[in-house]
């Protein structure tokens, strides 16, 4: 017996309303922890960048060491990270966003660096002159200077933490990935179909938000680009 002409389920199509309606809340609840898991990872990504990045400017001596290893454990791949972390952490969503965090320092790390590297030092004379001590400097003229590196690096690592995420499908944990990789161990077109795309949606809508986020933050540097 064929499939109904209207049934896209049953013929299995990649592009299919009737998915849509009928798994909007398993759609919804794995978009859910997506950005979940994405927003956890980078807010701890970025606490745990700053100081590095500030350790790193502060003493040169550790600049290296801080680097090296944040450069290390970025080319260490996804699954053997994961693997890595099982013992101590266990199936649970704690392992996908450490590996995440870990990551994340590389890109957050050295662009925090370099923009701070950036800050002109006649500025920072001059802000001394007028009596600023060393954590209003870095409060009021260096992290605001630095912002448009940090936030490049911000906006990568978060569209990078996007795609990373449904690797934790292997785990349980993978957000719109799990829907990814069941659909894919079923051939089921359509759920692999939609996943792909919503990750994808959720990728350029993150960049944009930070994006703007950052033209508020930083008003001179759109006054620049228009000039």
Known sequence: MTAPPDDCLARNEW??????????????????????????????????????????????????????????????PSLAMFSLLLPVYGLSAA???????????????????????????????????????????????????????????LRIATVSAVSLVTVGAIVGYGGLGNLIYSGMNTYFKAQVL??????????VAADLLLLGAQRLLIPWTRKGSQA
């Open 15 to 76: 592009i299919c309303g009737a998915y849509l309606s009928s798994r909007r809340e398993i759609l919804m609840d794995a978009a859910l922890q997506h950005l979940q898991l994405i927003a956890l990872a980078v807010l701890i990504g970025l606490a745990l960048a700053l100081p590095l990045a500030l350790a790193a400017r502060r003493w040169r001596w550790a600049a290296g060491p801080v680097l090296g290893l944040t450069t290390i454990l970025y080319t260490i």
């Open 95 to 153: 392992l996908v966003v450490t590996g995440l965090v870990l990551y994340s320092l590389t890109l957050l790390v050295r662009n925090i660096l370099a923009g701070l590297r950036a800050v002109p030092e006649e500025t920072r004379q001059a802000a001394r002159g007028m009596g600023y001590g060393p954590l209003r400097l870095l409060l009021a003229v260096e992290l605001p200077l630095a912002l448009p590196a940090a936030m490049a690096g």
């Open 194 to 203: 939609t996943a792909s795309v919503l990750c994808v949606v959720i990728a």
